[in-house]
């Protein structure tokens, strides 16, 4: 098993920025990427950002390309994600999510073995 922690959500005004956290605990040896996922009321969860554990590869849709930065620092077993000019369509939760499959990367939730709770990210415009 492996716990996430997120961290580092809440209200900002629109143009603002805000850096996500999310600490992993337990067998993250398993770990082989670590994704941030967000989820906006009455929609589905969608790919943000993902990382491979060892912090040499990255990966973002062209949609999420710009003003998101993924991060991370296995020494301290964290990812953080950086959001810059944020917008109100940005409003939702974010949550941290790891894949243990060593193949490629992966863009659907299914793919992911576990979850954080979630942390809300509120813009106001």
């Known amino acids: 098993q492996v716990q996430l922690v997120e961290s580092g959500g809440g209200l900002v005004q629109a143009g603002g920025s805000l850096r996500l956290s999310c600490a992993a605990s337990?067998?993250?040896?398993?770990?082989?990427?670590m994704g941030w996922f967000r989820q906006a009321p009455g929609k589905e969860r969608e790919f943000v950002a993902a990382?491979?554990?060892?912090?040499?590869?990255?990966y973002y849709t062209d949609s999420m390309k710009g003003r998101f930065t993924i991060s991370g620092d296995k020494a301290v077993n964290t990812v953080a994600l950086q959001i810059d000019s944020l917008k109100p369509e940005d409003t939702a939760v974010y949550y941290c999510?790891?894949?243990?499959?060593?193949?490629?990367?992966?863009?659907?939730?299914?793919?992911?073995?576990?979850w954080g709770q979630g942390t809300q990210v509120t813009v106001s415009s």
């Open positions: 999510a790891v894949e243990t499959d060593r193949s490629g990367w992966h863009l659907r939730a299914d793919d992911y073995n576990y």
């Open positions: 337990g067998r993250t040896f398993s770990i082989y990427t």
């Open positions: 990382i491979r554990w060892n912090g040499r590869s990255t």
